[in-house]
């Protein structure tokens, strides 16, 4: 119902609407790669801090790149727990009535808990797995321009799926 690779307070969680509840984890990593945009979920005191990001997933992880400084690298450094949501396939059903209107679309929310890669190698590595996702071509990266980037690491500990429409 659920996948889980941690967090045992998640097992067995039943969507309301059950019927829309994807239940295969390769199906919700096919949605990971036909997304284009994650929007990550950050907590900064109490607060809610979100944000869309280009990402590369691979093997239960997701990374992220961006400035070695700022706000989302600050909340990490404070708080590690994170989620993240994509969506794919999404489309409007328009209809005659107002109340008849409909969206089709397959998602997946997760929880992880977020790292920062500090070293060259590590951070090399999760750029070509963010460039792999939309590129799926292997790509050479200069040290000076991979030394001025920061990588974030979700280890992804549950994630659950949902599809609406076919």
């Known amino acids: 119902m659920h996948y889980n690779t941690r967090?045992?307070?998640w097992?067995?969680?039943l969507m309301r609407r059950s019927e829309r509840q994807i239940e295969s984890k390769a199906e919700m990593e096919s949605i990971i790669r036909?997304?284009?945009i994650c929007h990550l979920a950050l907590s900064d005191d109490g607060r809610p801090y979100i944000v869309p990001l280009n990402?590369?997933?691979e093997k239960g992880a997701l990374y992220f790149h961006g400035a070695k400084e700022g706000r989302k690298i600050d909340i990490i450094?404070?708080?590690s727990e994170a989620c993240f949501s994509f969506v794919s396939d999404h489309r409007i059903v328009p209809s005659e009535s107002a109340c008849g209107w409909s969206t089709r679309y397959r998602s997946v929310t997760g929880f992880g808990?977020?790292?920062l890669l500090e070293d060259r190698d590590s951070r090399k590595a999760a750029l070509?797995?963010?460039m792999n996702q939309y590129s799926g071509d292997e790509v050479h990266f200069e040290d000076g321009a991979v030394?001025?980037?920061?990588i974030i690491r979700i280890e992804i500990e549950s994630m659950t799926g949902k599809a609406s429409g076919d």
């Open 7 to 9: 967090d045992s307070r």
């Open 11 to 13: 097992e067995g969680i």
């Open 34 to 36: 036909d997304s284009t």
């Open 55 to 57: 990402f590369g997933y």
């Open 77 to 79: 450094r404070l708080n």
């Open 113 to 115: 808990t977020a790292s």
């Open 128 to 130: 070509g797995i963010i």
């Open 147 to 150: 030394d001025e980037v920061m």
